[in-house]
């Protein structure tokens, strides 16, 4: 019996291992390929092992000697070390040019709200959502997919609950997209998704990167498992830009900002740890731009550069190895403003409001108008800001005819009436937010091509009582952050970036706003002429004119900050117009009388620092609720209004009913966003103390160099490669299967001979 309890007791050991070890591939195996696939590069040659790192998601570098990681699209995802960069783009790098994908604090995507029941799909560009959808999480024992790669050679399979097998199954069930080249290469076991045919887009090639739950793995998409839960994003463009003026002057302090694009919201945001190089084209190595000189991005993700030498030049990511670029274009000093005008007004140090509504009485005809429907609307705006008479001009709108009208002349019209306290809906025989719903195609109001129309649109609907609950507001907000560039630019204009950035000023809270308006503000601060004016994108940006002034002086109101700080040396944007206005207060006195009567009425609301949103309040209907007509479509919803603050400036010359009652349209808020950019010009702008808060997190580390030399190091690996990379999750499991298989035998042949 001892002999027989000795034996039993060693069966009971072998199947207690036995259970161990199978234990050990359910639980264990994944962590422990992960520690084997850290060893993967840690004998590589040094250059070699860089690239890899860079490049290549079936190959993982240790936190400590790398920061980058494998690429993201399908094999190449961005690799997410504690260092906080990661990789982007195909393997030839990113080739297509286009912005920034990565999350604002490095993880990229994870936002949204994920069903926890099912594994949450999304598929983005640069325009937008392609697709978003749920997919069931396969059994772990379902079989495995099959997949021909389009480079040729043998089908691979790779398992069900891979990444990438659910992007096929989503890719079969929805005609908004299509893989169209997926490649496999055999020397690194891994897949490259290269292209995507997208509808409305066209096919989009090389930049195809991919973020679960708002970090980048250090695997590529045919590797990693997805469980219910999961968020995983599929989004396409480079990793991180520059953000930057495209022009800029001879001397001249300019700021670049280093950005990132969340594919969440589809926004830039700005990132520090990053150092932006100013570099020029090589003539004998276009993939390797000289660099000029570099700076480490403050933690508002700025720095400040001065070029003293005209000519082409380039802004790029050291970390990125300046892949991709953007363009900067040095030129001569700026000249100033009007001469005569300077010269006859050199001695005046303030704008005459008396003057200039003197100026505007003059104009006035016995009807009230004050000539053409553009002059009298723009009149009578400046007007109201002014506190001057204004029935005459009220009576003459409320009894006008608009047959003819344009889209932007309706949203002026309805600008002019609202505030003179006419409703736009039904205080005239037009129905003037009728006619700019009807002009709005589901994605943006009016002419395709234009934004001003979507700009002026906002503006108007915002008074009209329309907030963030109408898909009319959100989708031309939408579209505008759409339409800016990345020099922060809304139709390559001066006055349009003024324009819109007033137009957006609400609307802080909603996701990319903030962004926005800081890349406006950067953009409008390098423009800004020796004379405190700025000159229009149209015609001359060298010369200042009045019209663009204004408008640029509303926008910094809109921020909520004080013009004075807006300074070239002594000049101001104010001290600008005043040296503009004649002794008869009109603005610009060698332009004809109708520009003079234009430019002063622009000119009145910017010097009393009241915006186009200040002169027109919500408007309410004359039972107190926010006014509707009698057309279903263009109702506003009044479910849920877009808060509006008080107005808190109080360095304003207007009336009591514009500073006590005027939408603040969040600008606390604005300027906590956008003062922490760096000024680059005006030392006395100390705007730094409201730093944008961007968190620490990881980052992307992008490709940059040619096929040509991916292929190369492709090459030198391959053979180091296939001998380092032997421990696979496959392997793993199978050695861990034989293992326990053979402690269950050695236990049945125990129980045997007991």
């Given at each position: 019996m001892k002999a027989t309890h000795t034996k039993t007791s060693r069966v009971h050991h072998y199947i207690i291992g036995a259970a161990v070890v199978y234990a050990a591939i359910l639980l264990l195996g994944p962590t422990l390929l992960r520690s084997a696939e850290f060893l993967d590069t840690r004998t590589l040659p040094g250059e070699i092992k860089e690239d890899v790192c860079e490049r290549f998601s079936a190959f993982s570098c240790t936190n400590s000697d790398s920061d980058t990681g494998g690429e993201t699209g399908d094999d190449e995802g961005g690799n997410d070390n504690n260092d906080g960069d990661t990789g982007g783009g195909d393997e030839a790098g990113d080739t297509d040019g286009n912005t920034g994908d990565s999350g604002s604090d490095g993880g990229g995507s994870g936002g949204g709200s994920a069903d926890p029941d099912a594994v949450n799909l999304t598929v983005r560009t640069q325009e937008g959502i392609v697709v978003t959808d749920t997919l069931d999480e396969p059994s772990r024992f379902a079989s495995d997919v099959t997949v021909t790669p389009d480079n040729g050679g043998d089908d691979v399979e790779i398992e069900a609950a891979s990444a990438l097998a659910l992007l096929l199954e989503l890719d079969e069930a929805s005609d908004e997209f299509e893989i169209a080249d997926l490649q496999y290469f055999a020397s690194f076991e891994s897949f490259l998704l290269n292209c995507i045919e997208v509808e409305g887009e066209g096919e989009l090639c090389g930049s195809w990167q991919y973020a679960v739950n708002g970090e980048y793995p250090t695997i590529g998409l045919d590797q990693y498992l997805l469980e219910d839960g999961d968020q995983l994003y599929l989004f396409f463009g480079a990793p991180r830009t520059v953000g930057a003026p495209e022009r800029v002057t001879v001397d001249a302090p300019f700021t670049a900002t280093a950005m990132e694009y969340n594919p969440t919201t589809g926004d830039y945001e700005a990132v520090s740890g990053y150092t932006i190089g100013l570099l020029q084209e090589s003539p004998d190595d276009p993939w390797n731009p000289t660099e000029l000189e570099a700076h480490v991005v403050g933690s508002d993700g700025t720095a400040v550069f001065t070029v003293s030498e005209t000519g082409e030049y380039l802004l790029g990511l050291s970390e990125d190895f300046y892949y991709p670029t953007v363009p900067l274009t040095?030129?001569?000093?700026?000249?100033?403003?009007?001469?005569?005008?300077?010269?006859?007004?050199?001695?005046?140090?303030?704008?005459?409001?008396?003057?200039?509504?003197?100026?505007?009485?003059?104009?006035?005809?016995?009807?009230?108008?004050?000539?053409?429907?553009?002059?009298?609307?723009?009149?009578?705006?400046?007007?109201?800001?002014?506190?001057?008479?204004?029935?005459?001009?009220r009576a003459y709108l409320e009894n006008t005819d608009t047959d003819g009208f344009t889209i932007t002349d309706h949203e002026r019209r309805a600008l002019a009436l609202m505030a003179l306290d006419v409703s736009p809906y039904d205080g005239t025989d037009t129905n003037h937010i009728t006619a700019i719903i009807d002009s709005f195609g589901g994605v943006q109001i009016?002419?395709?091509?234009?934004?001003?129309?979507?700009?002026?649109?906002?503006?108007?609907?915002?008074?009209?009582?329309?907030?963030?609950?109408?898909?009319?507001?959100?989708?031309?907000?939408?579209?505008?952050?759409?339409?800016?560039?990345?020099?922060?630019?809304?139709?390559?204009?001066?006055?349009?970036?003024?324009?819109?950035?007033?137009?957006?000023?609400?609307?802080?809270?909603?996701?990319?706003?903030?962004?926005?308006?800081?890349?406006?503000?950067?953009?409008?601060?390098?423009?800004?002429?020796?004379?405190?004016?700025?000159?229009?994108?149209?015609?001359?940006?060298?010369?200042?004119?009045?019209?663009?002034?204004?408008?640029?002086?509303?926008?910094?109101?809109?921020?909520?900050?004080?013009?004075?700080?807006?300074?070239?040396?002594?000049?101001?944007?104010?001290?600008?117009?005043?040296?503009e206005q004649?002794?008869?207060?009109?603005?610009?006195?060698?332009?004809?009388?109708?520009?003079?009567?234009?430019?002063?009425?622009?000119?009145?609301?910017?010097?009393?620092?009241?915006?186009?949103?200040?002169?027109?309040?919500?408007?309410?209907?004359?039972?107190?609720?926010?006014?509707?007509?009698?057309?279903?479509?263009?109702?506003?919803?009044?479910?849920?209004?877009?808060?509006?603050?008080?107005?808190?400036?109080?360095?304003?010359?207007?009336?009591?009913?514009?500073?006590?009652?005027?939408?603040?349209?969040?600008?606390?808020?604005?300027?906590?966003?956008?003062?922490?950019?760096?000024?680059?010009?005006?030392?006395?702008?100390?705007?730094?103390?409201?730093?944008?808060?961007?968190?620490?997190?990881?980052?992307?580390?992008?490709?940059?160099?040619?096929?040509?030399?991916?292929?190369?190091?492709?090459?030198?690996?391959?053979?180091?490669?296939?001998?380092?990379?032997?421990?696979?999750?496959?392997?793993?499991?199978?050695?861990?299967?034989?293992?326990?298989?053979?402690l269950i035998g050695l236990g049945i042949m125990q129980w045997r001979k007991a």
């Open positions: 040095v030129s001569e000093e700026r000249g100033g403003g009007s001469g005569a005008v300077l010269e006859t007004n050199e001695e005046r140090d303030s704008f005459s409001i008396p003057d200039a509504l003197e100026f505007l009485a003059s104009f006035e005809e016995p009807d009230g108008s004050y000539g053409a429907s553009l002059y009298t609307d723009w009149a009578a705006l400046a007007l109201v800001a002014g506190d001057a008479d204004t029935e005459a001009v009016g002419d395709p091509d234009a934004v001003n129309d979507d700009i002026f649109g906002l503006i108007v609907l915002a008074a009209a009582g329309f907030n963030t609950e109408d898909d009319i507001v959100m989708a031309v907000i939408e579209h505008l952050l759409k339409e800016q560039d990345a020099a922060g630019r809304w139709g390559s204009d001066i006055d349009l970036t003024a324009a819109g950035t007033q137009a957006l000023t609400p609307y802080e809270s909603v996701p990319g706003v903030e962004t926005a308006l800081m890349k406006a503000r950067a953009y409008l601060i390098v423009q800004q002429n020796a004379d405190g004016g700025w000159g229009n994108s149209f015609g001359d940006t060298n010369t200042s004119n009045p019209f663009t002034t204004s408008w640029v002086l509303q926008a910094i109101h809109a921020l909520g900050e004080n013009p004075e700080e807006w300074a070239q040396e002594s000049n101001t944007p104010l001290t600008y117009l005043a040296r004649a002794n008869d207060g009109g603005i610009d006195q060698d332009a004809t009388a109708e520009e003079r009567l234009w430019a002063t009425s622009y000119a009145i609301p910017a010097v009393l620092g009241v915006t186009w949103h200040d002169l027109t309040d919500t408007l309410e209907g004359s039972d107190g609720s926010a006014a509707t007509s009698n057309a279903g479509t263009d109702t506003p919803n009044t479910s849920a209004p877009t808060p509006i603050a008080p107005n808190t400036q109080t360095d304003r010359s207007v009336t009591e009913v514009y500073t006590a009652d005027a939408p603040a349209v969040g600008r606390d808020a604005v300027a906590n966003a956008v003062g922490a950019v760096t000024d680059p010009i005006a030392s006395a702008m100390e705007t730094g103390e409201q730093e944008l808060e961007v968190e620490d997190g990881a980052t992307e580390e992008g490709a940059t160099t040619s096929e040509e030399e991916t292929a190369t190091a492709a090459n030198q690996l391959a053979a180091t490669a296939e001998a380092d990379n032997f421990f696979t999750e496959e392997t793993l499991r199978i050695a861990l299967l034989v293992i326990a298989l053979l």
